[in-house]
């Protein structure tokens, strides 16, 4: 929200029976008295403000100085003592006090995301340095929050109006939640707060600082890039028509069906999303529906599958297909290198063995593991514990049930120890909850189940992703400084401080942390909101995941556009998506148009001209870095069109591109493939269930040895 509108000034209110404060004929005229209070103004008229009442009294000094935390006590003891109905009519006592803002200062500029009313706040400061704030709403409960708070900081130091926290507003009986128009209090409280950081900056002559780049999508359809890394995920986002007649020809004329990961490079995104319309066996997705889709392509007719992803995505696609029966339908990888992943190789170390063999001597045990890894370190840590896998969106759900469904177990979680620590932390947050909250989460858990389960859970603390890994204090703390009062999105895999500054954000309707799948519902969420109100509005997104979501948000933001019919007949509404990175982060490489098929990756590389945050290399950082994961890069546009038109492989040149069945066996004699299925297989019956099945419990209780009776 841009914040650079000159502020109008609204006036301390004191806390009387009733609330009595002055109201200026000029809002933005600052009081010869700071923080004294004197008349009220008409509860529902949108005209202007009569002219203010004679004073009834003059605040005492401690009110004067009493800080803002100090007022809010004093507004929440006078809140306690009134009958719930009483408190609405105080609340529109309140909202009568606030002064109007002016038709000029009601503008998308200086609204307050999240809302569920349209509410707009200012401020500037005044000669001593004082921060004032003016606000509105065209709701009288939100504008009577707004007074309240308005009441509280207007005209305390900025470092007083940094001092309050969203919890001071737990007195008032303020419970945050999506939808609740309780948020107000929270994210007006958040804007004032931005407002105060930006005075202490302009105090101490600190230049504000490069904004994020971002992508901006208006109402029809049209994406304006602000920064170079932005432009570079941009510029395939209209693809060439030439390029997607090229592929959807050789798909449609040998049966090709194609599954991609979110995080795929934008121009094959951009490419795949245009050909989709013309051939439906194109998916892009997170990992785990991956699989899916390749099975429906091949009920579909499908005699190939492309596969766009790392290499346990191939892996997965294959086992699945042979699990249902489609073992003649090809799959292929993109590159004849092998496409890693920084998850999957720390859950195939020697150090993750050591610590499934510390979970294999404690018992009853459970190891959930993270489905982004492959089917043979799958197979290998289920014959070591009785093993679940389990997804971003699903883990949490996985976990709580395993130890409400099995007595003093012991869950082992791994690899991605961001997303444990970030586990670890979501249930010392739910131990503090209240019993009907915590309910809500999981029906068969209460504060003491979830204290008790605390110190029976164990995450592997060696293992994460390089591109979540670049979501650490830097980043935060340029996000607390002028990204606030934005949505905050985050995937469960980033450090702690993105993940608490998230989970935040979502107490107050603001934020979500999960699965990519996830992410991209959130933001489509919150654009029907606005949608459905059909007022001007900016909302501004901070993308907490691998910048090659873009081309799938884009394609959903536009979708949603046009489902509401004409931008001529609608608000003026638009969507920002902030990259949390260096606002020029990209590199150059060297073109080389004589690419023979089948060299490697480095050459599939170097086909992309302008490649997002290779600057610094893997786990980047706001200097420089990125949020793109270079193994995801691997898979070119020029290999897919080489694959596609090489088929079928008479000559056998795509051996080293096809995704082979793992024929080897366990230590236990069994075939990988189907041993490290079975993890997968517990996933969907507890994902149709909500249960853990009956083997895997036995298994958990006894040991892999046995099976229930």
């Known amino acids: 929200m841009d914040t650079s509108t000159p502020a109008a000034v609204a006036s301390f209110v004191t806390l009387a029976k009733t609330p ?13 008295r700071p923080r004294a209070s004197l008349a009220v103004c008409c509860a529902n008229s949108h005209a202007s403000p009569p002219p203010p009442s004679p004073l009834p009294r003059v605040a005492s000094d401690e009110e004067e100085v009493a800080p803002p935390r100090l007022r809010l006590r004093r507004i929440a003891e006078e809140f306690r003592a009134l009958s719930e109905a009483d408190r609405a009519h105080r609340l529109l006592a309140y909202a009568a006090a606030l002064p109007r803002l002016t038709e000029a200062d009601r503008v998308a500029a200086n609204r307050v995301m999240g809302c569920v009313a349209q509410v707009w706040l200012l401020g500037r400061c005044d000669g001593a340095g004082n921060i004032l704030f003016a606000a509105d709403s065209d709701s009288e409960l939100s504008r009577g929050y707004c007074s309240c708070l308005v009441s509280a900081l207007d005209g305390a130091p900025p470092e007083e109006v940094l001092d309050v926290d969203t919890a001071d507003l737990a007195p008032l009986g303020v419970a945050a939640g999506a939808r609740s128009r309780a948020n107000t209090w929270h994210n007006v409280l958040v804007g004032m707060k931005k407002l105060a950081r930006a005075a202490i900056a302009a105090r101490e002559g600190r230049p504000r600082g490069e904004p994020f780049p971002s992508l901006l999508i208006g109402r029809d359809g049209a994406v304006r890039a602000q920064g170079s890394y932005a432009e570079a995920q941009a510029m395939f986002l209209s693809p060439d028509h030439s390029k997607i007649a090229e592929l959807v020809n050789t798909l449609m004329e040998k049966k090709i069906g194609i599954v991609a990961h979110f995080y795929m490079d934008p121009e094959v995104q951009g490419i795949l999303t245009g050909a989709k319309r ?6 892009i997705s997170d990992s785990l529906v991956m699989a899916d889709s390749a099975v ?34 090809d799959v292929y990888r993109m590159s004849s290198e092998q496409i890693g992943c920084s998850l999957a190789d720390a859950a195939s170390s020697s150090a993750y063995t050591q610590f499934l063999k510390a979970a294999s001597r404690s018992s009853p045990s459970l190891h959930v593991i993270y489905i982004n890894t492959s089917l043979e370190t799958k197979a290998r840590t289920h014959e070591l514990v009785p093993t679940i896998t389990c997804t971003s969106s699903n883990v949490v759900a996985t976990i709580l049930q395993a130890f409400s469904q099995i007595p003093d177990l012991n869950v082992w979680y791994g690899p991605d120890s961001y997303m444990g620590a970030n586990i670890a932390d979501l249930f010392k947050r739910m131990a503090i909850m209240s019993d009907e ?3 809500e989460i999981h029906p068969d858990h209460n504060r003491e189940t979830i204290s008790s389960l605390l110190p029976r859970l164990h995450y592997y603390q060696n293992g994460n992703c390089i591109v979540h890994d670049m979501f650490g204090h830097e980043v935060v703390e340029k996000i607390k400084e002028e990204y606030s009062d934005a949505f905050l999105t985050a995937h469960f895999e980033v450090p702690g401080e993105m993940f608490s500054l998230s989970m935040e954000a979502k107490t107050r309707g603001m934020g979500v942390v999960g699965s990519t799948q996830n992410i991209l519902d959130f933001i489509k969420n919150h654009l029907n909101l606005a949608l459905d109100r059909n007022v001007d509005d900016h909302l501004q997104f901070v993308l907490g995941t691998e910048s090659g979501m873009i081309t799938s ?7 949603l556009f046009d489902s509401y019919g004409s931008s001529e007949d609608g608000a003026n509404i638009e969507v920002e998506i902030v990259f949390p990175v260096s606002r020029d982060s990209v590199s150059k490489t060297s073109v080389d148009d004589s690419h023979d098929f089948g060299s490697s990756v480095t050459n599939d590389l170097e086909q992309i001209t302008i490649v997002p945050g290779v600057v610094s290399g893997e786990g980047c950082s706001i200097h420089g870095g990125c949020a793109s994961c270079p193994y995801m890069k691997m898979n070119s546009l020029r290999s897919l069109l080489n694959v596609c038109q090489q088929l079928p492989d008479e000559d056998n040149i795509l051996s080293v591109y096809q995704a082979s069945r793992l024929n080897a066996k366990t230590s236990h004699g069994k075939l990988v493939a189907e041993v490290g299925c079975e993890p997968i297989l517990h996933m969907r019956h507890f994902q149709a269930t909500k249960r853990l099945p009956d083997k895997l419990v036995y298994q958990a209780i006894h040991g892999n040895g046995g099976e229930p009776s």
Not at 297 to 322: T, W
């Open 20 to 32: 009595n404060l002055l109201l200026p004929s000029n809002p933005f005229r600052c009081l010869t």
């Open 278 to 283: 013309q051939w439906p066996h194109i998916h």
């Open 296 to 329: 429906q392509m091949a009920e579909a007719g499908c005699k190939y599958i492309a596969v766009l992803g790392v290499d346990f995505m191939s892996e997965n696609v294959r086992a699945i297909l042979d699990q249902a029966g489609f073992n003649k339908v």
């Open 437 to 439: 909250e915590i309910s």
């Open 553 to 559: 948000i884009v394609a959903a933001v536009r979708k």
